[in-house]
C-alpha cells in the first residue's frame, strides 16, 4: 500500500471513530445482540490512474522567442529516451527556441542568434502545456557555448572521444 492509500484510510477510520463519540454515543467491543450488530462490506480499491506516455512531434519547435539570427543546429539523439532541447543567450527559463526531438530520431533548429547555450530535459511524458517531462525528469547543460556564426552538431548520448561536456543543472 502507498503511502497516500495509506493516509487516506487512516483519515476515514479516524473520522469514523471521532464522529461516533462525539454523538455521545460508546462503542462497543463487542455487540451483545444479533439486531445491534454493526455489518460493514469492503469497499472496492479505486484503481490508480494509469501512467501517460505522451510525446511531442519530433522536430516541433515547442516554445520560441528572437530565431532571427543565422545559427543552424543539428541534433542527432541516439537514445530511445526523448528531449527537449533548449537553446538559450542566458536563462533556461528564456530560451530563444526549445526543440522537442524524439528517440532514435534528428531535429534541426534554424535561426538562432549570438552565442548560446544548449540544455536538456528528459524524461517520460510530455506535457505539451507545461513544456516539461513529468516522470523521471533530468536536467542538463552543454558546458561550453556556441556561437550563431558556426552550424554545430550535438548528439545526445555519451561517446568515447567526444568533445563536449555536459552537467547537471537544476530543473528549469
Known sequence: MSSRQWYAVSAIAAALLVGGCESGQSVDAAPTSNASKATTTPRASTPAAPLLNRRGENGAVVQQDGLVGAGKLDIVNGNSDDFAVVVTNGDPKKPQATIYVQGNSNATLNG?????????????????????????????????????????????????????????????
Open 112 to 172: 538562432i542568434d549570438g552565442t548560446y547555450y544548449v540544455y536538456l530535459k528528459t524524461g517520460k511524458d510530455w506535457d505539451e502545456a507545461t513544456l516539461a517531462f513529468t516522470r523521471e525528469r533530468e536536467f542538463q547543460k552543454f558546458d561550453d557555448p556556441f556561437d550563431a556564426d558556426s552550424d554545430w552538431e550535438i548528439t545526445l548520448q555519451p561517446s568515447i572521444g567526444g568533445n563536449a561536456s555536459t552537467s547537471d543543472v537544476p530543473s528549469f
